[in-house]
């Protein structure tokens, strides 16, 4: 492949096959969705030289900064014509993978003149993107930094929270206060004109239009209900056993109740009403007045008694009448769970639909067999982990009412393996 030459049509299926079997050879984790999503992108967008393959490539494949030197590694042994990825595939006698041996890492693309001892030959990186001057002091790192700022957030995906560092954190959190939670809807009392006659005929119209006929109803009306997103409502548990989560799910209720006008509501051993403060744009200042006005941040967990100060106080004057209600907890509670499984009963007979979120399910090891969980287990319409950003998909699916999600939890599902 020559840089200074325009880029040669490529077959996209072939080339990302071939590029991933060399890099799985190299010893980087590439799965073969990777390599569909690359084959894709090529369609949709060719690459013009080969500096726009790399960063396809690149965006593609690479999810973690240590995996960033053996990828240029092996890109320059491709396309540089030192490695055919079809040789050997499927040999066990094939020579070892080119990038497994120490190697000097190769830069990414940039305009910036690099002197000739500091460039090796067989490092060499793919030619400048067009378009950019790296002239100006800092545009260098800014444009690598957005170019690979999906790869350098995927991997936390799947990472349970509990074992993130502050700064993976921190990230994350971002990402979370922007996943959408929508609610299934229902019909209001508000109606709009239709045309069709299967609706039910709406009188008021059919009269008025009769005054301009001498009384005669000589055409008719009809009218439908508007469809209106159900409520939601959150509830978070930030008792000390749920503290390696509660961040996260605070800028879940955060996202929801600034954009979605969610309810929401924290309880440890006592409820507290946070919804006007975390409807506040700005997420760092809404969380630093949901702090203030927490007193019982990580205590015990009276599960019982703020499910039935929410229903008393909130629930039976309309807030959970109809609406789905979220509940983020672990389930270990202070309380007996036969006031558990009174109260549940009661929010159950208020609620369109209950979703449990408990990220200790995700343990191979979990059975909700004891406590206030196994109470509560058989009113809940959805039970899931929310134990990572991932898991967090689902459960907005299960608030959609999605029907992968909807199945509701019965006592059968303590003998199965989550």
């Excluded at 001892?117 to 060499?124: C, D, S």
């Excluded at 008694?305 to 672990?330: C, E, M, N, Q």
Aim: net charge positive.
């Amino acid at each position: 492949m020559d840089d200074r030459g325009p880029y040669r049509p490529i077959e996209a299926a072939a080339l990302a096959a071939g590029f991933s079997t060399a890099l799985h050879r190299a010893g980087l984790p590439v799965s073969p969705d990777r390599a569909a999503r690359l084959a894709e992108a090529l369609r949709l967008v060719p690459p013009t030289d080969r500096a726009a393959l790399y960063w396809a490539c690149r965006i593609v494949f690479v999810s973690r900064q240590q995996h960033l030197a053996r990828f240029d590694a092996v890109f320059s042994a491709v396309f540089g014509g030192r490695l055919d990825p079809a040789e050997g595939r499927g040999d066990p006698n094939a020579p070892p993978a080119i990038g497994s041996e120490m190697r000097t890492k190769a830069a990414p693309p940039t305009n910036r003149p690099v002197s000739a001892p500091q460039l090796q030959p067989e490092a060499r990186p793919p030619a400048p993107l067009p378009g950019f001057d790296d002239s100006g002091d800092g545009d260098g790192p800014e444009r690598d930094a957005i170019l690979a700022m999906a790869s350098r957030d995927e991997h936390l995906h799947e990472i349970a929270f509990a074992d993130l560092d502050p700064e993976e954190l921190a990230r994350l959190r971002r990402l979370v206060a922007n996943i959408v939670l929508s609610t299934p809807t229902r019909l209001s009392r508000r109606t709009y004109p239709s045309p069709h006659s299967r609706d039910r005929l709406d009188v008021a119209r059919t009269v008025r239009a009769a005054q301009g006929t001498g009384g005669d109803p000589i055409t008719l009306h009809y009218a439908r209900r508007r469809p209106k997103p159900r409520r939601l409502v959150l509830l978070c548990d930030v008792s000390g056993s749920m503290e390696p989560y509660t961040r996260v799910f605070l800028s879940l209720l955060q996202g929801a109740a600034s954009g979605a006008r969610a309810e929401a509501f924290v309880f440890s051993t006592r409820l507290t009403r946070l919804t006007r403060q975390l409807a506040i744009r700005d997420p760092d200042q809404a969380l630093a007045q949901a702090s203030a006005t927490v007193t019982d941040w990580a205590g015990g967990t009276r599960l019982a008694a703020s499910i039935r100060l929410f229903i008393d106080d909130f629930g039976r004057r309309g807030l959970a009448r109809g609406a789905v209600i979220v509940l983020f907890s672990d389930g270990w509670a202070q309380d007996d769970p036969a006031d558990v499984d009174a109260q549940m009963a009661r929010l159950r007979r208020l609620a369109h639909r209950i979703v449990w979120v408990n990220p200790r399910k995700a343990a191979a090891s979990y059975r909700p067999l004891v406590g206030g969980m196994a109470a509560a287990l058989p009113y809940c319409d959805a039970f899931v982990s929310g134990h990572s950003y991932t898991a967090l998909l689902e459960v907005a699916a299960a608030i959609r009412g999605d029907p992968s999600a909807s199945a509701r939890p019965s006592v059968t599902i303590q003998q199965r393996t989550p």
